[in-house]
T-cell receptor, first 109, second 112 residues
Framework: EDQVTQSPEALRLQEGESSSLNCSYT??????LFWYRQDPGKGPEFLFT???AGEEKEKERLKATLTKKESFLHITAPKPEDSATYLC??????????FGPGTRLSVLP | EAGVVQSPRYKIIEKKQPVAFWCNPI?????LYWYLQNLGQGPELLIR????????DSQLPKDRFSAERLKGVDSTLKIQPAELGDSAVYLC??????????FGEGSRLTVL
């Protein structure tokens, strides 16, 4: 059974203080690992898809990386508008998406 | 391009009452999903459609939940009768094949 855990559960940063969020997964055969951002009262918004170990994707202050067991979402010099819950999901061949519980990020001005 | 549209955004009902949620996916997306999201948790799959066919409804509580996707476009999720534990956000998502999911804003249900 595919499983996803995320850490930390919540993270509070000062504006400009870089950090990383972790997504650990177990899957029979990885078809893709997905990162989403979710603002309060909204649906998740797609950020990245990673397909194989060693792959990296970047978007503004966010950079996602992937190994065979985990993915990191690095946030460089965050701003208050980066505050949100970040969800990680995996999909294995022939299976549905499995989501982690998310990391709630707060960036203080 | 229009995104996934869901309605209603909010619904408050008494327990044992029925409730229905509607979803219109992104045009051309053949795969449609209904997810349930409880506070502080990630989305959990209820049902997945490929065109008109429900290909995975193993997590749908069939004694009280039902769903349909007529003509392979929009979809309706129904709960009858609702229980207190059904209070949650019901998310609809669509995708083109097996690529990334695009979510709607969600329908927040409160059962009193």
């Amino acid at each position: 059974e595919d499983q996803v855990t995320q850490s930390p559960e919540a993270l509070r940063l000062q504006e400009g203080e870089s950090s990383s969020l972790n997504c650990s997964y177990t899957v029979s055969g990885l078809r893709g690992l997905f990162w989403y951002r979710q603002d309060p009262g909204k649906g998740p918004e797609f950020l990245f898809t990673l397909y194989s170990a060693g792959e990296e994707k970047e978007k503004e202050r966010l950079k996602a990386t992937l190994t065979k067991k985990e993915s990191f979402l690095h946030i460089t010099a965050p701003k208050p508008e980066d505050s949100a819950t970040y969800l990680c999901a995996v999909r294995s061949y022939g299976q549905n998406f499995v989501f982690g519980p998310g990391t709630r990020l707060s960036v203080l001005p | 391009e229009a995104g996934v549209v869901q309605s209603p955004r909010y619904k408050i009902i008494e327990k044992k009452q029925p409730v229905a949620f509607w979803c219109n996916p992104i045009s051309g997306h053949n795969t449609l999903y209904w997810y349930l999201q409880n506070l502080g948790q990630g989305p959990e799959l209820l049902i997945r459609y490929e065109n008109e066919e429900a290909v995975d409804d193993s997590q749908l509580p069939k004694d009280r939940f039902s769903a349909e996707r007529l003509k392979g476009v929009d979809s309706t999720l129904k709960i009858q009768p609702a229980e207190l534990g059904d209070s949650a956000v019901y998310l609809c998502a669509s995708s083109l094949g097996s690529e990334e999911l695009f979510f709607g804003e969600g329908s927040r249900l409160t059962v009193l």
